[in-house]
């Protein structure tokens, strides 16, 4: 099966950089991906990685590394309205599902 | 953008009763839809898989016969709660896959249910 691990919360201050990460275990890798979902809304994607490396997308990016299972999502140059839930998730199944993990609770303060 | 809506977005039940809850991919085709469940400040379970016009594919440990699933249009999923209990009560969240591309799947704004 599959299993993620992130830290269940994360505070930092507006303007300020943060990097979520993000461990896992599969039999199968396809890719890692990173999901914000604001208290009762509808997960928004937010990037992909199948290879090693960043990925740069305006003030996020993410970081993957296969031999060490493991992956992060870094925030720049934060802003309030960046207080959300944090998830990554792994492709499974020959790219038809994804697999969230637990999630993690950033909050940024003034 | 693509938009995936979900009908209701609350809904409180009786102890017992049936709910429906529809997904709907407003301005494209979904391959493939699927049906999460979310407790609060907790991650998505995925419940099932399902394609247009073939039985759905339940997650280890999720009742079939409890979380009726019927995907009858390219556009339309519809999951049912059957008999629903308190235990029931959670957020489910619908997505929809347009492609095959990760970026190409898209999420509901998800359904609060509530069993007394």
């Known amino acids: 099966g599959q299993s993620l691990e992130q830290p269940s919360e994360v505070t930092a201050v507006e303007g300020a950089i943060v990097q979520i990460n993000c461990t896992y275990q599969?039999?199968?890798?396809?890719?890692l991906s990173w999901y914000q979902q604001h208290d009762g809304g509808a997960p928004t994607f937010l990037s992909y990685?199948?290879?090693?490396g960043l990925e740069e997308t305006g003030r996020f990016s993410s970081f993957l590394s296969r031999s060490d299972s493991y992956g992060y999502l870094l925030l720049q140059e934060l802003q309030m309205k960046d207080s959300a839930s944090y998830f990554c998730a792994l492709l499974s199944g020959g790219y038809n599902k994804l697999i969230f993990g637990a999630g993690t609770r950033l909050a940024v303060h003034p | 953008g693509a938009v995936v809506s979900q009908h209701p977005s609350r809904v409180i039940c009786k102890s017992g009763t049936s709910v429906k809850i529809e997904c709907r991919s407003l301005?494209?085709?979904?391959?493939?839809m699927f049906w999460y469940r979310q407790f609060p400040k907790q991650s998505l379970m995925l419940m099932a898989t399902?394609?247009?016009?073939?039985?759905?594919?339940?997650e280890q440990g999720v009742e079939k016969d409890k979380f009726l699933i019927n995907h009858a249009s390219l556009t339309l999923s519809t999951l049912t709660v059957t008999s629903a209990h308190p235990e029931d009560s959670s957020f489910y969240i619908c997505?929809?896959?347009?492609?095959?591309?990760?970026?190409?799947?898209?999420f509901g704004p998800g359904t609060r249910l509530t069993v007394l």
């Open positions: 599969t039999s199968g890798f396809y890719g």
């Open positions: 301005d494209f085709q979904a391959t493939t």
């Open positions: 399902s394609n247009e016009g073939s039985k759905a594919t339940y």
């Open positions: 990685n199948a290879l090693d």
């Open positions: 997505s929809a896959r347009m492609g095959l591309a990760i970026n190409e799947q898209f």
